[in-house]
């Protein structure tokens, strides 16, 4: 039996004597020169960790996260979804206002949740359900209000137009990688040819290209490019280039589950996100999780970290008298917000939902 491992794998010179610097019209950020440094630092990381806001999220028999992310941040609410789960908690205080567990083979539940979108005018979810090739939206009561036969869609969002921008789904080989669609789902325009190759897609391994609207542009990275986009008004433009270099993994590689232990030789199931004009990225390599914070104006590198396990990749903030790392789960066009598990402290009880933290994002840099 193969086992098809869904990937999503977000997108989001350095002054060593490694650096790249070239006459490139857009920034370059030099993995494979800088390769060899280990843990560096020149971020101020007691400073950042004063001005960390938390919120506790309400716990109960019916609201245990286990592995969760967060979907949308309004002024009023924090969507979060965990386990194919839909849960809507009050922005103040953390309260659960709401949970939404329709997965189920009826024509008004859904079977996957692939990807959500939330529309905070209308107050409704958008859920991308792959199994069943339809988009299946909701209210934020949980309350069925219609199913779409859309099966293209790999992840999506909405824009800054309030269309919807789309990374299709590569198991349908469409002939592009982005599709904007108005309110209707009527085609807009489509953006950057697909290459993929016959018979790779079927190795064990699919990878959906995640896509990320902050403020008024969208980022987009193709998972087997080196360039990250800024669309703004359907036109993409290049910000950044990310050089592996020999570090590079072939797609025939990455794709294949029976490869998988070569993957270990490359920078492989990069996770990314754009914070102002820097760009926080976390990879593996050599059988360790690296995570990065470069200044994507000047190319330098301004912080990693290299970590065995999940547990010490990130950044470090110093909460009552305890380092904990953490990494961005959600960026917004004002704050960076991650997750704090209870058992990080130990004067509270673990059996507690985590917290969100979060950070203004000038806080930073």
């Not at 098809?4 to 977000?10: A, P, Q, R, T």
């Not at 010179?13 to 630092?41: M, Q, W, Y």
């Not at 199913?147 to 269309?163: E, K």
């Not at 087997?224 to 990310?242: R, W």
Request: net charge positive; with cysteine; aromatic share 16%.
């Amino acid at each position: 039996m193969k086992f098809i491992f869904i990937c999503l794998l977000i997108y989001f010179s350095f002054f060593f004597s490694s650096c790249k610097n070239n006459n490139s019209e857009f920034p370059i950020i030099d993995l494979e020169g800088s390769i060899a440094v280990r843990n560096f630092n020149k971020m101020d990381w007691d400073k950042i960790s004063k001005n960390v806001e938390s919120i506790q999220l309400e716990t109960s028999d019916s609201c245990l996260l286990v592995s969760p992310r967060i979907i949308d941040v309004t002024k009023s609410i924090i969507v979060v979804e965990d386990r194919s789960i839909i849960y809507i908690f009050n922005a103040k205080n953390g309260r659960l206002e709401q949970k939404i567990d329709r997965k189920g083979g009826g024509p008004e539940e859904y079977s996957s949740i692939m990807d959500v979108v939330v529309d905070s005018n209308e107050s409704s979810l958008y859920i991308n359900d792959s199994d069943k090739g339809k988009i299946i939206i909701y209210s934020f009561k949980g309350e069925f209000i219609k199913s779409l036969d859309i099966n293209f869609v790999g992840s999506f969002n909405h824009t800054a137009n309030n269309d919807f921008v789309v990374s299709f789904n590569p198991v349908r080989n469409n002939k592009n990688l982005v599709g904007f669609y108005d309110k209707t789902w009527r085609n807009i325009i489509n953006l950057f040819d697909s290459k993929n190759e016959k018979g790779v897609l079927n190795k064990g391994f699919v990878f959906f290209n995640p896509i990320k609207t902050i403020g008024d542009k969208t980022y987009f990275k193709d998972e087997f490019s080196d360039t990250l986009y800024a669309i703004k008004n359907h036109i993409a433009t290049p910000i950044l280039t990310i050089s592996k270099g020999k570090y590079k993994i072939a797609k025939t590689i990455a794709a294949d589950f029976s490869k998988r232990q070569e993957r270990k030789k490359y920078i492989f199931g990069e996770y990314g996100q754009i914070v102002n004009n820097y760009y926080f990225l976390a990879y593996y390599f050599q059988n360790e999780i690296i995570s990065d914070i470069w200044d994507i104006k000047t190319s330098k590198l301004l912080y990693r970290n290299i970590a065995k396990n999940k547990f010490e990749y990130g950044f470090p903030l110093n909460l009552k008298s305890k380092e904990i790392y953490v990494w961005p789960n959600y960026v917004d066009e004002e704050f960076i917000y991650f997750f704090l598990k209870n058992n990080n402290f130990e004067e509270r009880n673990e059996d507690l939902n985590p917290i969100i933290a979060k950070i203004r994002k000038d806080v930073f840099f």
